[in-house]
């Protein structure tokens, strides 16, 4: 029986039956996507609750990923019911902010190395479809441009990289709003290195980085290894919430931010451009540097690609970090990071690590970023991607236990499918692991006991093979429903995850 | 006037005066070559002086090259005068050894980015001679591996390397006394990024490090960046002082020891057989962690190539270093590490680091090693360093100033002088410098005060260019005996050195 009194446990109960009353109304269209609900003041006299009450079903709806807040305008119906809320940010907001030193647990170590076992159907990692690689006009400049320069692409490589690649990557630089020259950048085996060097440049052992959460995992490894300390700042469909981030900087001393602000890696998520410009100045009011892996940003579904952070970056506190890896060519190993103000550590660095990135490699990209037709390869595979992203999409939604949500992104190829509540994704996990297919468990995104019903896809590949792993995915987490799936024995294979 | 009493001044010119004697009849061929001197005992008799007194003498004569102790043995005439005589053992013994943490000078740091510069006459750094490089079938093997391996060149390389490299380079691994198995094997992006992943697979910030003195730059700037602290042990023409090393880690706590026993930069040194076995079996009885950059060892001017300290290594403790670097492509950027058991944790910081290293690169290596004629090629090379390093060090000897010593390697390019005692090399090097030729000022091969009368040649190239170089450093030193030089303006390229 309920009660209507002031104590814990009725009001819990209270602020619960609030909540399933405006969520009734939503599902019903009483409130319809985009619709202001009540105001608390409103609700609050109309359901004769505490303001406390309103503010704590609202809390409990933005969770669901029915609701959204909208600063100084209210509370708003979702226009996407069926994509994940992320982390809400009310239940972090004050409490949990504080660093947490990093160990990764031999688990998540193991999840990592599991879902690269290339015998898997392959949803865990993030690898892009190698079907969508210009492999032989690649290969093809590999050639040409190693007789062209036959001797430069033998002897040491200027440590900041060939300057026709960055010159090229300084052109392409006005597409992500920026206006960068040669100088600016610094080539690096990759974008993981990029970030690797940005983190060493600019913090020191014991020292803490703020992150969107849920945290892509090698971050989490790069942390780890360099004795840093981690904030995990929610991040919903629009990247990472700005008000618990402000509170976290204000409350501890943070040496660095990191963001995948263009398409998310896991979460998909696009930061609005004014929210980008928002993140970069209330960094800027601390002089905390941010660094960004924009390593998914050229892979925009639309016509352009959304800008980066750097964009908005007026102090050189912007550590702008990206690869070919997705676009081009993963086995060729060039990145590159604009470090800003940091670039004289940068390149330091990037010498004492391994000297200069190879030539070879270099020379290739830039030809075919000059001469290869990049844009029309680019408007190719993002159309690409946009279908099957909306393919994997459907087939989840299809298979999968009603009430699951799944991400729409925008650009790139992956997935965040959030299970419904009491879902245990590690033990879909497990299962599909017995199945030969590879999923990443929503618990290796996070230091904490977050995402726990959830999972990343990797949509970059559509076959049928894809379709079926799909539907006994689907029907595993059917099953579990029923009955608790049991842990299969220990795996013992060792790969990697991206 | 000399006095033969007991008191200190009086003994301090005893001590000269002997040694003059002594030194005196070596250069006019009393004593030759290989033959042994008095033993300490009947020179004190002979010469009516105190038993210290003539070990006084002898360890001067040791400092200068001219003798050498040979234990249980005796004292003996060094067979090639003109060689310096490195860091003598008994001054740095039971005194100084202790650990320092390391803090490069700007001074120092500058120097490595001037001599670098490739306006110089290059006789500063340590990199090859590009003309003995294989460019045109390096780079037709570049593509024809591309097109063989279409797919694999652009997709995600293997972490650990590609097997078709890493199974070469096992076989290759006889030759140098090991007998590997590719499993054994992890492909870095070149020896400068394996010495780090082995350093930081072995050491925590604040540990101590112990290494061969001179110290490769390159090393000290790791070991910086890294948070160690630095046992400089000292060296002469076959390596570390091991009783120095023994006594250095039984008072010490040291993590992990570096040797360059092959043809060290910058001695030239090559460690002996016995002397390697006994370096690796005086760390495995404290289980320190050996770590060995074999980057010179292909370089042997002999018909063979010496073991590496891998090859004594029963207990895993070697984690053995190289790369192709100075023997095939330094824009390759391919290297290797072999890191016994410690391979886990090096797999893992190579994942983090940068996740693997590019594969076209790797795939015409391994094209090299199977049908490209490596051996011919080494051939080929070894005899050119050998007729170049001579000829370079015979320049030295024709154009500087009377008693300067040059080091004679028996494989690699790299040349140590020494100037007579109160020369200030770095002085010379700042002249230099305003001639346009780069060298290598001995102050920054150390952390502490020593080798000021020392620099580092690279003889990787001659020329008339390079013999007129020589002849112009040469005349500076001599002008150097009459009056100082001053410093000039500080210069602001940067460039770095290898």
């Excluded at 190879?358 to 290869?372: D, H, R, V, Y």
């Excluded at 999409?393 to 299970?419: H, M, Q």
């Amino acid at each position: 029986m309920k009660t209507n009194g002031q104590n814990g446990a009725g009001e819990l109960l209270r602020y619960e039956e609030v909540a399933a009353k405006i969520g009734g109304m939503i599902k019903n269209g009483t409130y319809r996507a985009g619709e202001r609900v009540p105001s608390i003041r409103a609700l609050s006299r109309q359901m004769r609750v505490s303001a406390n009450t309103v503010m704590e079903s609202y809390a409990r709806l933005e969770n669901l990923g029915m609701i959204e807040a909208r600063p100084q305008s209210g509370y708003y119906v979702c226009s996407r019911l069926a994509e994940p809320a992320g982390l809400p940010a009310s239940r972090e907001r004050e409490t949990d902010i504080a660093p947490n030193p990093v160990t990764i647990g031999d688990v998540a170590l193991e999840v990592m190395r599991n879902i690269a076992n290339p015998s898997l159907v392959p949803l865990g990692g993030g690898i892009p479809n190698c079907d969508l690689l210009p492999v032989d006009k690649l290969n093809r400049m590999l050639s040409s441009e190693a007789r062209r320069f036959s001797l430069q692409s033998i002897a040491y490589p200027p440590h900041q990289g060939h300057k026709l690649l960055r010159t090229q990557i300084a052109r392409r630089s006005l597409d992500s709003g920026c206006t960068l020259s040669s100088e600016d950048i610094i080539i690096t085996s990759g974008c993981v290195e990029a970030v690797n060097l940005a983190l060493q440049a600019v913090c020191r052992p014991g020292d803490t980085v703020a992150i969107g959460s849920p945290v892509y995992p090698t971050f989490l490894k790069s942390i780890q290894w360099m004795g840093l300390k981690v904030l995990e700042i929610p991040s919903n469909g629009k990247g990472m919430n700005l008000e618990v981030l402000d509170y976290a900087i204000r409350h501890n001393r943070v040496s660095a931010c990191i963001t995948i602000a263009n398409f998310n890696n896991p979460l998909g998520s696009l930061m609005p451009e004014d929210k980008k410009r928002d993140l970069v100045a209330l960094l800027a009011k601390q002089e905390i540097p941010l660094i960004e892996d924009d390593v998914y940003g050229d892979l925009a579904y639309g016509p352009s690609r959304p800008p980066s952070t750097k964009a908005f970056d007026e102090n050189g506190l912007v550590l702008y970090c990206s690869s070919f890896s997705k676009t081009l060519a993963p086995g060729y190993r060039v990145g590159w990071i604009v470090p800003g103000r940091f670039k004289e550590k940068v390149a330091q660095l990037k010498v004492l690590l391994n000297i200069a990135t190879a030539s070879p490699t270099q020379l290739a990209i830039a030809e075919f970023l000059t001469n290869g037709g990049y844009d029309y390869h680019l408007r190719k595979i993002r159309r690409v991607y946009a279908r099957q992203t909306a393919l994997v999409r459907d087939t989840v939604v299809r298979f999968f236990p009603a009430g699951t949500r799944v991400s729409r992104p925008e650009g790139g190829y992956i997935l965040w499918v959030e299970l419904p509540e009491g879902f245990d994704a590690f033990k879909l996990y497990e299962a599909a692991l017995r199945e030969g297919i590879g999923i990443a468990p929503g618990t290796i995104f996070t230091l904490g006991d977050r995402y726990k019903n959830c999972f990343r896809l990797n949509a970059a590949l559509w076959s049928e093979r894809i379709e079926q792993a799909l539907e006994i995915l689907g029907g595993l987490a059917e099953e579990m429903k029923q009955y608790p799936i049991e842990r299969p024995e220990k795996t013992l294979v060792s790969y990697v995850t991206y």
